[in-house]
């Protein structure tokens, strides 16, 4: 039983497979090919059972993962039974498969005795570590997890990596041979978790502003055979279904369906995405409604400073700057004049239809399970100067060592080539959490500092008394060490305080202040602040083909002080790019028996280079200090951004809906593929002749 949260999932099914796809055994052979036919030849009888498995289905049945969730704030039906205007609808996004270009891969080695060190693609060493001491019967004492770098990891490996550890350590624990387990991506993408799918039916009542007075939102989501991290998943979306605005009324369920499909998980985002993409469904239903601009709609509803600043699970928001972020961002691009250029276009092109739309995003940050918000790190300094870095962090593309050793290297003042950047090991720093809910370079950055910031004490000290002044006179600057006129070069100064007896080594430990959440009520303080972004998406649609492309992408995105400008950049358009793929191409398809169809690049279209808008400009706002005691005032930057694509989606919708001259709301759901665009654009053209 390798579960993460709720024990009940077993490495291999046993009695029952559960999903079409789940791994029933395992070969181990000399050469991976070899194991390829071996496996191909076990044969297994099933007798099949009638499956359940659409998100629809289960919820009507009842069949819940665990008990369902709401966030209750006021009485939203009260509410909505007194408002001027009520409106109801549904809208559904789909899953999305990670598709890191590295699969999931773990090497376990035997070691003496019972030990095992296991070489782990995983974002959560910790977890490995428990889950195979468990699956081997021996002490987490026994297990080291190492993970060098991942190639990508998006949250497919927070929790699953498990799975394939210890598979491969049970068989290395039985022939005491290192054995190296590789899914094929077929076999990735059948037998590891995705993204949620959610449904959602909403009901809300309005005034004459569209100013949301009462919202119900039911939120259903597939998360497959298994608990897994759907717990979380869930919550997030719900305390996502506010995104930046204030609802006096709110009543947000969650109805987390047990499928027979391969059990979901974190994908960038953890449920964020799929609650924001529910209240801007709600937002563009209500600007119909009453004939106005999406962009008044929004602004009657913004979270306030003083008044109306209160989250549906009781967290005030005291840093907000969504309405000004947006303001900037359409003044910036001119967004009426671009809307007014549109309708020229539009007019005058008989097939091709543009649309536009603004995203905005506030997220929160910090894992919704407070527990998981705590860090540690290891930094030696050497005698000839060298620093030496260890922090519980993964690294998987997104710059997270970098971002740490530049932490370093700024307390002591030496060249960030100095600090050696080391491999994630749980037995360097241990209990340590997931790198994920975007959270890494606050945690471990923070944990790195108050390593580092120990040592530059003792190493002070030590300068101090070399030169008969106080520690206070002491300044670390451009690698070397000044007392006044007088310095010694960093090395210098790390040879003395070893010929001292004083320790060069020190362990430095983080936990995130001020947070709290009760799971039961879902009340609380989750997160540590918010991090803002908004994004306008340009895109044209073919509507003799329903095909679609971004034309363009305007991104303005708050990272607090950015640790890494060149990293965050590269952040904000891959995830906004990534988020596109979720919400125009990639399409998740089950056959009848529940059958992943969809689990090869050929079926399953992420996007490409192509895809990339050809006008794509991303600015950090300048200026903007996390207000808040972060590392170095900055802000986390790995999530929110994707959450930015969804201007694509509301854009498609946009174009969709000018077809009809606003007359119909259009019924596109995500992704919005070309067949789904062309379906919606039909159904406009049959509402209008009938
Ligand atoms: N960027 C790259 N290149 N590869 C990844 O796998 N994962 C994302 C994001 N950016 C990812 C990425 C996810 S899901 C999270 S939670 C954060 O990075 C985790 O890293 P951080 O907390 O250090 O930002
Ligand atoms: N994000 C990512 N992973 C998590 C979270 C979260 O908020 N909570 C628990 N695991
Ligand atoms: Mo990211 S989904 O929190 O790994």
Same mark, same amino acid.
């Given at each position: 039983?390798?579960?993460?949260?709720?024990?009940?999932?077993?490495?291999?099914?046993?009695?029952?497979?559960?999903?079409?796809?789940?791994?029933?055994?395992?070969?181990?052979?000399?050469?991976?090919?070899?194991?390829?036919?071996?496996?191909?030849?076990?044969?297994?009888?099933?007798?099949?059972?009638?499956?359940?498995?659409?998100?629809?289905?289960?919820?009507?049945?009842?069949?819940?993962?665990?008990?369902?969730?709401?966030?209750?704030?006021?009485?939203?039906?009260?509410?909505?039974?007194?408002?001027?205007?009520?409106?109801?609808?549904?809208?559904?996004?789909?899953?999305?498969?990670?598709?890191?270009?590295?699969?999931?891969?773990? =090497?376990?080695?035997?070691?003496?005795?019972?030990?095992?060190?296991?070489?782990?693609?995983?974002? /959560?060493?910790?977890?490995?570590?428990?889950?195979?001491?468990?699956?081997?019967?021996?002490?987490?004492?026994?297990?080291?997890?190492?993970?060098?770098? +991942?190639?990508?990891?998006?949250?497919?490996?927070?929790?699953?990596?498990?799975?394939?550890?210890?598979?491969?350590?049970?068989?290395?624990?039985?022939?005491?041979?290192?054995?190296?387990?590789?899914?094929?991506?077929?076999?990735?993408?059948?037998?590891?978790?995705?993204?949620?799918?959610?449904?959602?039916?909403?009901?809300?009542?309005?005034?004459?502003?569209?100013?949301?007075?009462?919202?119900?939102?039911?939120?259903?989501?597939?998360?497959?055979?298994?608990?897994?991290?759907?717990?979380?998943?869930?919550?997030?979306?719900?305390?996502?279904?506010?995104?930046?605005?204030?609802?006096?009324?709110?009543?947000?369920?969650?109805?987390?369906?047990?499928?027979?499909?391969?059990?979901?998980?974190?994908?960038?985002?953890?449920?964020?995405?799929?609650? +924001?993409?529910?209240?801007?469904?709600?937002?563009?239903?209500?600007?119909?409604?009453?004939?106005?601009?999406?962009?008044?709609?929004?602004?009657?509803?913004?979270?306030?400073?003083?008044?109306?600043?209160?989250?549906?699970?009781?967290?005030?928001?005291?840093?907000?700057?969504?309405?000004?972020?947006?303001?900037?961002?359409?003044?910036?691009?001119?967004?009426?004049?671009?809307?007014?250029?549109?309708?020229?276009?539009?007019?005058?092109?008989?097939?091709?239809?543009?649309?536009?739309?603004?995203?905005?995003?506030?997220?929160?940050?910090?894992?919704?399970?407070?527990?998981?918000?705590?860090?540690?790190?290891?930094?030696?300094?050497?005698?000839?100067?060298?620093?030496?870095?260890?922090?519980?962090?993964?690294? +998987?593309?997104?710059?997270?060592?970098?971002?740490?050793?530049?932490?370093?290297?700024?307390?002591?003042?030496?060249?960030?080539?100095?600090?050696?950047?080391?491999?994630?090991?749980?037995?360097?720093?241990?209990?340590?959490?997931?790198?994920?809910?975007?959270?890494?370079?606050? =945690?471990?950055?923070?944990?790195?500092?108050?390593?580092?910031?120990?040592?530059?004490?003792? +190493?002070?000290?030590?300068?101090?008394?070399?030169?008969?002044?106080?520690?206070?006179?002491?300044?670390?600057?451009?690698?070397?060490?000044?007392?006044?006129?007088?310095?010694?070069?960093?090395?210098?100064?790390?040879?003395?305080?070893?010929?001292?007896?004083?320790?060069?080594?020190?362990?430095?430990?983080?936990?995130?202040?001020?947070?709290?959440?009760?799971?039961?009520?879902?009340?609380?303080?989750?997160?540590?602040?918010?991090?803002?972004?908004?994004?306008?998406?340009?895109?044209?649609?073919?509507?003799?083909?329903?095909?679609?492309?971004?034309?363009?992408?305007?991104? =303005?995105?708050?990272?607090?002080?950015?640790?890494?400008?060149?990293?965050?950049?590269?952040?904000?358009?891959?995830?906004?790019?990534?988020?596109?793929?979720?919400?125009?191409?990639?399409?998740?398809?089950?056959?009848?028996?529940?059958?992943?169809?969809? /689990?090869?690049?050929?079926?399953?279209?992420?996007?490409?280079?192509?895809?990339?808008?050809?006008?794509?400009?991303? /600015?950090?706002?300048?200026?903007?200090?996390?207000?808040?005691?972060?590392?170095?005032?900055?802000?986390?930057?790995?999530?929110?951004?994707?959450? =930015?694509?969804?201007?694509?989606?509301?854009?498609?919708?946009?174009?969709?809906?000018?077809?009809?001259?606003?007359?119909?709301?259009?019924?596109?759901?995500?992704?919005?593929?070309?067949?789904?665009?062309?379906?919606?654009?039909?159904?406009?053209?049959?509402?209008?002749?009938?």
């Amino acid at each position: 039983d390798i579960g993460p949260i709720f024990g009940d999932e077993p490495a291999l099914a046993q009695r029952i497979a559960e999903y079409a796809g789940q791994p029933v055994a395992a070969v181990a052979a000399d050469t991976y090919d070899q194991a390829l036919v071996a496996a191909k030849k076990v044969a297994i009888e099933y007798e099949e059972l009638p499956p359940v498995l659409s998100i629809e289905e289960a919820w009507e049945k009842e069949k819940f993962i665990y008990k369902p969730p709401k966030i209750i704030y006021g009485d939203a039906e009260g509410a909505i039974a007194k408002a001027s205007h009520v409106i109801d609808g549904d809208v559904f996004c789909g899953g999305q498969d990670h598709f890191y270009l590295e699969t999931h891969i773990a =090497l376990a080695v035997p070691g003496e005795d019972r030990d095992m060190t296991v070489y782990s693609s995983t974002q /959560h060493p910790t977890e490995v570590q428990h889950g195979v001491s468990h699956v081997l019967g021996v002490a987490q004492n026994d297990i080291t997890i190492e993970v060098r770098r +991942m190639g990508g990891g998006f949250g497919g490996k927070e929790s699953q990596p498990t799975i394939i550890a210890a598979i491969a350590a049970l068989l290395a624990d039985r022939t005491r041979k290192p054995v190296k387990l590789r899914l094929r991506r077929d076999d990735d993408m059948i037998a590891t978790g995705k993204r949620h799918d959610f449904l959602f039916k909403y009901r809300i009542g309005f005034d004459d502003d569209g100013r949301i007075e009462g919202a119900v939102i039911d939120m259903a989501a597939r998360c497959g055979n298994v608990a897994d991290l759907s717990g979380g998943v869930v919550a997030r979306a719900l305390c996502h279904g506010d995104n930046a605005y204030y609802i006096p009324n709110a009543l947000f369920r969650g109805w987390p369906c047990k499928t027979n499909t391969v059990s979901n998980t974190a994908f960038r985002g953890f449920g964020g995405p799929q609650g +924001m993409i529910a209240i801007e469904t709600v937002i563009e239903h209500i600007a119909h409604e009453l004939g106005k601009s999406v962009d008044d709609i929004r602004a009657a509803n913004w979270y306030g400073t003083e008044d109306r600043n209160v989250t549906p699970y009781q967290q005030p928001v005291t840093d907000n700057i969504m309405p000004e972020l947006a303001d900037r961002l359409a003044k910036e691009i001119d967004l009426p004049g671009r809307r007014k250029a549109i309708d020229a276009f539009n007019a005058c092109h008989i097939s091709l239809k543009k649309g536009i739309a603004m995203m905005p995003v506030k997220f929160g940050i910090s894992f919704n399970a407070p527990m998981l918000n705590q860090a540690g790190a290891l930094v030696h300094v050497y005698t000839d100067g060298s620093v030496h870095l260890n922090h519980g962090g993964t690294e +998987m593309g997104q710059g997270l060592f970098v971002k740490v050793a530049q932490v370093v290297s700024s307390v002591f003042q030496v060249d960030i080539d100095n600090v050696k950047i080391s491999a994630t090991r749980t037995d360097k720093v241990p209990n340590t959490a997931p790198t994920a809910a975007s959270a890494g370079s606050d =945690l471990n950055g923070m944990a790195a500092f108050n390593a580092a910031e120990e040592i530059k004490g003792r +190493m002070a000290g030590v300068v101090a008394e070399h030169f008969h002044v106080s520690p206070d006179n002491i300044e670390f600057r451009q690698n070397r060490v000044y007392a006044g006129n007088e310095s010694l070069s960093f090395a210098e100064a790390a040879q003395l305080t070893w010929n001292q007896r004083v320790s060069l080594s020190a362990t430095g430990y983080y936990r995130t202040p001020d947070i709290h959440w009760d799971g039961e009520s879902m009340t609380g303080s989750p997160f540590y602040y918010f991090t803002y972004g908004a994004c306008v998406a340009e895109v044209a649609i073919d509507t003799l083909t329903g095909e679609s492309r971004v034309l363009a992408a305007d991104i =303005l995105q708050d990272v607090g002080s950015s640790l890494n400008p060149a990293i965050d950049i590269g952040q904000i358009e891959g995830a906004f790019v990534q988020g596109m793929g979720w919400l125009t191409s990639e399409e998740l398809v089950w056959d009848d028996k529940g059958r992943l169809m969809t /689990h090869g690049p050929s079926t399953y279209k992420i996007p490409g280079s192509r895809d990339v808008p050809e006008h794509f400009k991303v /600015h950090i706002l300048n200026d903007a200090p996390n207000c808040v005691p972060t590392i170095f005032r900055s802000k986390a930057v790995g999530e929110p951004p994707l959450m =930015l694509s969804i201007a694509v989606w509301l854009a498609l919708r946009d174009a969709v809906a000018r077809t009809g001259g606003y007359k119909y709301l259009p019924r596109l759901n995500a992704p919005a593929t070309p067949e789904a665009i062309l379906t919606a654009l039909e159904d406009i053209k049959i509402r209008e002749e009938t």
